[in-house]
């Protein structure tokens, strides 16, 4: 039977909306938010999802431009926190653990958002599975 690295794993098709890296000493991590679409109702809804990625994968997915294709693939985390009136917030993000960018087909109709192109590039592991800092 095969291995299986984690069970809340998470493959998913998007562009990138926007990216940032930062810096915590010799530890870099990058966050951002993916745009995909699904169907609602017959029609297609844009949704959003923040990721992050970290160290050697957080410099590598901080370079993609923004509306960059890409497939990102990780495990589902979720932030908790308290806003300033004192009210408990949360949200769900993924910790990507590879990527891959897809082949941008400016010539054929819009992808759904649901089903990966030609990949150009092999996928991006991340070298570190659960070090995270916090």
Do not use: H
Request: charged share 35%; aromatic share 8%; with cysteine.
């Amino acid at each position: 039977m095969p291995e299986k690295k984690s069970k809340n794993r998470l493959e998913i098709t998007g562009k990138i909306f926007k990216n940032e890296l930062k810096r915590y000493g010799e530890f870099d991590v990058c966050n951002g938010t993916l745009t995909y679409n699904r169907k609602r109702k017959g029609e297609f809804v844009k949704n959003y999802l923040n990721f992050s990625a970290f160290k050697n994968l957080a410099i590598e997915v901080s370079k993609l431009e923004k509306d960059t294709k890409v497939v990102l693939i990780g495990r589902v985390g979720q932030n908790s926190w308290t806003d300033k009136s004192g009210g408990k917030r949360t949200s769900t993000n993924l910790d990507i653990d590879e990527f891959e960018v897809m082949e941008d087909s400016s010539s054929s109709s819009e992808n759904s958002g649901n089903e990966p192109e030609q990949a150009e590039s092999a996928p991006v592991e991340n070298e570190a599975e659960d070090d995270v800092p916090f």
